[in-house]
């Protein structure tokens, strides 16, 4: 069992920026691909970004490339998101999954492709 533990969310003005992180339990987190998603009020979770357990490949949906990047650091057991641009579209409550090591690229956006979630962390935009 792995526990997924978010943090960093919070309220921000529109251009602004956040950094989330993502802190696992697990030692054998180097072995697990990363996502992020959000679910914004009244809408379904959506995928936003993913890494591979190396960190060598990263994907992320389009409407956040050029804006956001997702990262790793194996040895913290921590994955990153960091936030630019930001605007209220943004506002969601964001969450970070772990998968199994052999997911494949194209398969990266599916929410059924995670076995473990955190709780959550909310963040807001104002504009």
């Known amino acids: 069992q792995v526990r997924l533990v978010e943090s960093g969310g919070g309220l921000v003005q529109a251009g602004g920026s956040l950094r989330l992180s993502c802190a696992a339990s697990e030692r054998a987190f180097s072995t697990y691909a990363m996502g992020w998603f959000r679910q914004a009020p009244g809408k379904e979770r959506e995928f936003v970004a993913a890494?591979?357990?190396?960190?060598?490949?990263?994907y992320y949906t389009d409407s956040v490339k050029g804006r956001f990047t997702i990262s790793r650091d194996n040895a913290k057991n921590t994955v990153y998101l960091q936030m630019n641009s930001l605007n209220p579209a943004a506002t969601a409550v964001f969450y970070c999954?772990?998968?199994?090591?052999?997911?494949?690229?194209?398969?990266?956006?599916?929410?059924?492709?995670?076995?473990?979630w955190g709780q959550g962390t909310q963040v807001s935009v104002s504009s």
């Open positions: 999954a772990a998968g199994p090591q052999g997911i494949r690229y194209s398969d990266f956006p599916l929410a059924t492709q995670y076995v473990y």
């Open positions: 890494i591979s357990w190396s960190g060598s490949s990263t």
